[in-house]
T-cell receptor, first 116, second 114 residues
Framework: DADVTQTPRNRITKTGKRIMLECSQT?????MYWYRQDPGLGLRLIYY???????NKGEISDGYSVSRQAQAKFSLSLESAIPNQTALYFCATSARRLRDTTDTQYFGPGTRLTVL | GQQVMQIPQYQHVQEGEDFTTYCNSS?????IQWYKQRPGGHPVFLIQLVKSGEVKKQKRLTFQFGEAKKNSSLHITATQTTDVGTYFC??????????????FGQGTILTVHP
């Protein structure tokens, strides 16, 4: 969805390097998410944020950190990249809904990260 | 924690054949969503089912949500080459603190041979 952009689209880096993946959205959504996709494992949630002051760990947050710089921007950092963090990373957004319901998610185009 | 399983992981069909993928959750879901990811693309929302036993259709696609709200299926009638891709189910756990979060199944990769 063109309303959710990710940079860079591809990145090759070396073990131990610090990497930042950026996500921006123009949908006006409060909620933003970072997922990792690996073959056969589907999409796994790394971190999510329901507003600028709300950051939560997902199921695989170890080795990652995030920053919600503004409502429209959510960055994912790998402080010291390792080869098993090689994956396809997606940012997603959704609108705020009533408690116990979940609105649909809109995904960015993805960042393919390779750690050598 | 909540687990969402999808079967099969892969499905190869001839164009014109039908296709079904099944989704099972370890916990009751408040709703079930289906997404499609074309090769090289990103997941795109297809549909959301909310009610127990709900059935929805989109042209050749039929989606069902189980009575217990723990399973779902996607059936494609007479597949076409444009159906190629990975189909994901996803759902938030009913109640608790899981609102706003989706747990995705592993996906079913569909290949259609012309």
């Amino acid at each position: 969805d063109a309303d959710v952009t990710q940079t860079p689209r591809n990145r090759i880096t070396k073990t131990g390097k610090r990497i930042m993946l950026e996500c921006s959205q123009t949908k006006g959504h409060d909620r933003m998410y970072w997922y990792r996709q690996d073959p056969g494992l589907g999409l796994r949630l790394i971190y999510y944020s329901f507003d600028v002051k709300d950051i939560n760990k997902g199921e695989i947050s170890d080795g990652y950190s995030v920053s919600r710089q503004a409502q429209a921007k959510f960055s994912l950092s790998l402080e010291s990249a390792i080869p098993n963090q090689t994956a396809l990373y997606f940012c997603a957004t959704s609108a705020r809904r009533l408690r116990d319901t979940t609105d649909t998610q809109y995904f960015g185009p993805g960042t393919r990260l390779t750690v050598l | 924690g909540q687990q969402v399983m999808q079967i099969p992981q892969y499905q190869h069909v001839q164009e014109g054949e039908d296709f079904t993928t099944y989704c099972n959750s370890s916990t009751t879901l408040s709703n079930i969503q289906w997404y499609k990811q074309r090769p090289g693309g990103h997941p795109v929302f297809l549909i959301q089912l909310v009610k127990s036993g709900e059935v929805k259709k989109q042209k050749r696609l039929t989606f069902q949500f189980g009575e217990a709200k723990k399973n779902s299926s996607l059936h494609i009638t007479a597949t076409q080459t444009t159906d190629v891709g990975t189909y994901f189910c996803a759902g938030p756990r009913a109640g608790g603190t899981s609102y706003g979060k989706l747990t995705f199944g592993q996906g079913t990769i569909l290949t259609v041979h012309p």
